[in-house]
C-alpha cells in the first residue's frame, strides 16, 4: 500500500480519517443489479444485510435504487425515491450512527435523503452531468461529494467507447469538475475512476495500471471493482463466481493508493485492507 496523505472527510461536523483505507459495503433495493446476490427488497433482507456490513468491517453503506448496469431500465425519479425512503427508514431504525452514502445522479433525490433520513455522503455516478443542479446541491447540503467518471450514460456507455489518450482525458475531466465544485464551497470531494463506466476491458486494466496517476490531484480515491465484468468476461465466468478476482483488484487498488474500496464483499476487502496494512508497515 503506497504511503497515504493525511485525508480528512467532514461528516455532520466530525472529521474522519480516511488516511488508512476504508470499505464501503453497497446495499442495493434494485430489482435488476448486475449481481442477483447483492438485491436486497424486503425490510428483513435490508436489515439484515446493514448488520452484515458493519458486523465484517465495512465504515460506510452505500444504498442505491437505480441500477446502473450497462443497459440499464429508466427508473423515475419518483420510484427511486420511494425505494430509497423505504430502505433508509429501515436502515436508520437497525443502525441509527451508521455513515451513509446514497448512490444517485438525481440532485432532489439527494437531497431529500440528506434532510429527511441524515444520508452523510452523495455518490454520484454521473459528476454533476446528468443533473445540472447537482453541484449547486451537494454544495448547499454540505456533505461529502463521490465525483465519478463516466463516458455517456448507463444506457449508453458501453457503446463502443474511445479514449484518444485514457489518463490524460480522465485527469482534465475531474480538473475541470473539481474546479467547478470548488467554487461553490465543496471540500470534501472523491475521486471515483468509474470502472466499468465508458470503458472497455483494455481502459479498464489501463486504469488499474496506472490509478496512482490521478493521486495526483491530491484528493481521495473510491475504487468499485466488486464482482464487475472486467473480472468475470476475463475469466470466463459469472459475477458470483468473481470474488477472488475482486480480491486480487482490491490489492491492487490498495497498493495504488486508493482511500475507499466498494464493495459487496465486506469482509473479504476488510481483510485486504488490514493484510496490505500490515505488509506496508513491515516494509518501512
Keep these: 500500500m503506497s504511503e497515504q496523505p493525511p485525508f480528512y472527510i467532514n461528516l455532520n461536523g466530525t472529521l474522519t480519517d480516511i488516511s488508512v483505507p476504508r470499505v464501503m459495503g453497497i446495499l442495493n433495493v434494485t430489482p435488476d443489479s448486475f449481481y442477483a446476490a447483492s438485491r436486497q427488497q424486503s425490510g428483513e433482507a435490508i436489515a439484515a444485510r446493514v448488520r452484515q456490513i458493519l458486523d465484517e468491517g465495512g465504515a ?44 444517485t445522479f438525481r440532485a432532489g433525490v439527494a437531497r431529500r435523503c440528506v434532510e429527511e433520513f441524515g444520508v452523510q455522503i452523495v455518490n454520484d455516478i454521473s459528476g454533476g452531468e446528468l443533473d445540472e443542479a447537482m453541484f449547486d446541491t451537494v454544495a448547499r447540503l454540505g456533505v461529502p461529494y463521490v465525483l465519478m467518471h ?14 484518444d489518450d485514457l489518463m490524460a482525458e480522465m485527469l482534465r475531466y475531474f480538473g475541470r469538475k473539481t474546479e467547478q465544485l470548488h467554487e461553490l464551497g465543496v471540500s470534501d470531494i472523491i475521486l471515483d475512476p468509474g470502472f466499468g463506466f465508458g470503458k472497455t476491458m483494455e481502459h479498464n486494466c489501463e486504469l488499474m495500471r496506472r490509478l496512482g496517476d490521478l493521486r495526483v490531484l491530491g484528493l481521495p480515491l473510491m475504487v468499485g471493482v466488486s464482482r464487475k465484468s472486467m473480472i468475470y468476461r476475463l475469466l470466463g465466468t459469472q459475477p458470483d463466481e468473481a470474488l477472488n478476482g475482486t480480491t486480487v483488484l482490491n490489492t491492487m487498488a490498495l497498493m495504488k493508493g486508493a482511500s475507499i474500496l466498494r464493495v459487496h464483499d465486506v469482509r473479504a476487502a476488510a481483510e485486504a485492507v488490514r493484510i496490505v496494512g500490515a505488509v506496508n508497515m513491515q516494509t518501512k
Design 150 to 163: 463516466m463516458k455517456g450514460t448507463p444506457q449508453t456507455m458501453q457503446l463502443e467507447p474511445r479514449y
Design 60 to 103: 460506510i453503506i452505500d444504498v442505491g435504487a437505480y441500477s446502473s448496469r450497462p443497459g440499464a431500465d429508466e427508473v423515475s425519479a419518483d420510484e427511486e425515491m420511494r425505494r430509497l425512503a423505504r430502505a433508509l427508514d429501515v436502515l436508520r431504525r437497525t443502525a441509527p450512527d451508521a455513515v451513509v452514502s446514497v448512490d
